[in-house]
Every structure is written in structure tokens, then in C-alpha cells.
């Protein structure tokens, strides 16, 4: 479906990488405007008048909100090649509760790392940890967590890798150590093009990393 796409976006955004990503699998040119978060744009404000946050896709001057939703949108609009989701309504629905899994569980979890006070840090590390240990009993001896192509889930989960460094640096948190089977499959993942040109340098997400928690934890 032709027509004018334009992403609302945050370059180190873990969500709006997920939006970028299936932008890429499905071959769709778009304009990408980056937001300034402290400073957001009326065209932000216009286009997310509730959640007033990124990313927003914005097809043909309407606008979807929420990755995981933009994501479903652009692969019900987009049908023609690669599929995202699995056609088999059961297996579709597996994959959605694993999606909300990585919102409800992971990314919740990576947040607690954050908090001021070191007993909760290393509760926080702990529980990301076993967030991502749920998610290697999940994908088994698969390749993807789809089975054999790249797809909804993996998606959802693979922008949390761009972050694995930073992690290792400030927290001394060794994922590759405890979650061996996440890391084999980020690199799989990041075989694919889609992914791989999403992906900034580590050390720049490490610096954006260090210098929001130095804020986050003044604040």
C-alpha cells in the first residue's frame, strides 16, 4: 500500500528500533523525524495527544501509536512480503503474549537496574536476568522464536541487545555469560540487514546510556 510514511522517532529508543526494523523487513521508504524528549514537537503533541510519546507512524497524515501496535499495523498494511506475525490464529496469539511479555517482564525489569539504591540494582539485575532466561526456555533449539524466520517476537525483543554493552560497562551485568542463548541468537539476528542498519555504535548507546542514568539518578 503506497503512500506517505513518517516515523516520529528517538534514535536510542527501544521501540521506535522495533518500528525501524519492520519499516526495513518490508522495504518501506519513510521520513524519519528525530524528537528532542525534553522538547517534544507539536507535530508529536498533534499526533499522540494521549501517551504524548514515540514512536509515532504516521501513514498518510494518520497516525498509529505504540510500537508493538505500529508494528502489527505495518505488517496488516504491508502483506505483500515478509511476514511478521504467523498466519495460524493460535501461533499469533503465542507470539503477541511473548511481545507483551518482553513490555510487561523485560523491559520492566531493565528499568529496576536503574533504580538509586544498590540492593535494589542488583533485585533489578537478578530479575532481568531470569526475564531473559524465560525467554531462552521459550525459543528452545529454534533459530528464531517463530521457528525458522525472523519474526514478531524476535522483533520485539532483539533492540534490548543494542543495550547489552552499556549494561556490561556500567553494571558489570555479563549476559553473555548467563544468557548464552540469547546471545547466539541476537547474532543471528543481526545477520539480517533489517537489523543490523538499525543498530548504533555500542559506545555511543553507552554514552547516551551513562549520561541518562547520571540524570535519572541526580533527578
Known amino acids: 500500500m503506497a503512500g506517505k510514511v513518517v516515523l516520529l522517532d528517538f534514535w536510542p529508543s527501544l521501540f521506535g528500533m522495533r518500528v525501524r526494523i519492520a519499516l526495513a ?29 514515540i ?7 494518520k497516525p498509529v501509536c505504540e510500537s508493538l501496535i505500529i508494528v502489527q499495523y505495518i505488517d496488516e498494511v504491508w502483506n505483500d512480503k515478509c511476514p511478521l506475525l504467523p498466519s495460524d490464529p493460535y501461533q499469533r496469539a503465542q507470539a503477541r503474549f511473548w511481545a507483551d511479555f518482553v513490555d510487561k517482564k523485560v523491559y520492566v525489569a531493565s528499568r529496576k537496574i536503574w533504580r ?16 531473559l532466561k524465560t525467554m531462552e526456555g521459550e525459543l528452545g533449539g529454534k533459530p528464531y522464536f517463530g521457528g525458522e524466520t525472523f519474526g514478531y517476537v524476535d522483533l520485539s525483543l532483539i533492540p534490548f541487545y543494542s543495550w547489552f554493552h552499556a549494561y556490561k560497562v556500567l553494571d558489570n551485568l555479563n549476559i553473555e555469560a548467563e544468557c548464552p542463548k540469547i546471545i547466539a541468537w541476537a547474532k543471528r539476528c543481526m545477520q539480517k540487514e533489517a ?11 553507552l554514552e547516551f546510556v551513562a549520561q541518562t542514568r547520571k540524570k535519572h539518578v541526580t533527578a
Open 25 to 53: 523487513e518490508k522495504g518501506i521508504k519513510y521520513e524519519n523525524k528525530e524528537e528532542d524528549l525534553s522538547n517534544k514537537s507539536p507535530l508529536l503533541l498533534e499526533m499522540n495527544p494521549v501517551i504524548k510519546q
Open 55 to 61: 514512536p509515532v507512524l504516521i501513514h498518510n497524515g
Open 116 to 131: 538509586p539504591k544498590k540492593e535494589e540494582q542488583e533485585a533489578g539485575k537478578k530479575e532481568f536476568l531470569e526475564t
Open 195 to 205: 537489523v543490523a542498519k538499525t543498530f548504533h555504535d555500542p559506545k555511543k548507546v
